[in-house]
């Protein structure tokens, strides 16, 4: 299995694998807090629930596949200020190792930019955050 992410949202189902730049990263949003008394007793905090995961994203595309993801964006954007519960479907690929999939909001909106000498592609850039 090829390292990808697949958004879905509504009509949309969208791979993407072809990553430059960052690539494609992983991290945790929420995590615990240690802290000391003044005894030195570990005292630990954080939510109750496990950490929410980040991904940002910076890839490749060709400009139809470029655009079918802004689209993507802006309906999921039209659909959370009119009070829907927008969520975009993410199933994670990234590691080649155990797939899942998570619900996710974009947290960063899709930004394209035309790679420049002639090349036929676009770099696009995103940040999603689960839910």
């Known amino acids: 299995m090829a390292p990808a992410l697949q958004l879905s949202f509504g009509s949309y189902n969208i791979t993407l694998d072809r990553f430059g730049g960052g690539g494609a990263q992983r991290t945790y949003v929420d995590t615990a807090t240690l802290n000391f008394s003044t005894t030195g007793t570990a005292i630990q905090s954080g939510s109750s629930r496990a950490a929410r995961r980040l991904w940002a994203v910076d890839l490749l595309m060709n400009?139809?596949?470029?655009?079918?993801?802004?689209?993507?964006?802006?309906?999921?954007?039209?659909?959370?200020?009119?009070?829907?519960?927008?969520?975009?479907?993410?199933?994670?690929?990234?590691?080649?190792?155990?797939?899942?999939?998570?619900?996710?909001?974009?947290?960063?909106?899709?930004?394209?930019?035309?790679?420049?000498?002639?090349?036929?592609?676009?770099?696009?850039?995103f940040s999603l955050t689960e839910v």
Do not use: C, H, M
């Open 63 to 125: 400009k139809a596949d470029a655009f079918e993801l802004q689209d993507l964006y802006e309906d999921w954007d039209t659909a959370r200020a009119g009070g829907s519960a927008a969520i975009i479907s993410l199933t994670d690929q990234i590691t080649g190792r155990n797939s899942f999939t998570a619900n996710t909001v974009f947290t960063e909106a899709v930004n394209i930019e035309l790679v420049g000498n002639g090349a036929p592609l676009y770099r696009v850039s």
